[in-house]
């Protein structure tokens, strides 16, 4: 069982930045595939990065391709993703998650077995 909380949302206006943390229990964090997703008002739950257990490979949408990074510390428990550039269309509830897989990385949701309750971005005009 894995346990995840994410923090780090905010409030910022549009071309700022953001870093988005997500700690995760249990000792077997590291061989677990972790992902961002994140879902806007009215939207369904998208795909943004994910990152293999090892740090080796990331994968990323098209639509943060050039902003957004994914990394992760394995002593720490904890993947992050830094939001660079963040535009009005990056406002949403932000989640991170973990799969039970290695490669390939995964975009679907269900391909992921925990999450966490989430956290909001705002993204001003």
């Known amino acids: 069982q894995v346990q995840l909380v994410e923090s780090g949302g905010g409030l910022v206006q549009a071309g700022g930045s953001l870093r988005l943390s997500c700690a995760a229990s249990?000792?077997?964090?590291?061989?677990?595939?972790m992902a961002w997703f994140r879902q806007g008002p009215g939207k369904e739950r998208e795909f943004v990065m994910a990152?293999?257990?090892?740090?080796?490979?990331?994968t990323d949408a098209d639509s943060v391709k050039g902003r957004f990074t994914i990394s992760r510390d394995n002593a720490k428990n904890t993947v992050y993703l830094q939001l660079n550039s963040l535009k009005p269309e990056d406002t949403a509830v932000y989640y991170c998650?973990?799969?039970?897989?290695?490669?390939?990385?995964?975009?679907?949701?269900?391909?992921?077995?925990?999450w966490g309750q989430g956290t909001q971005v705002t993204v001003s005009s």
């Open positions: 990152i293999s257990w090892n740090s080796e490979r990331t």
């Open positions: 998650a973990a799969g039970r897989f290695s490669w390939p990385l995964f975009r679907q949701r269900d391909r992921y077995d925990y």
């Open positions: 249990g000792r077997t964090f590291s061989t677990y595939a």
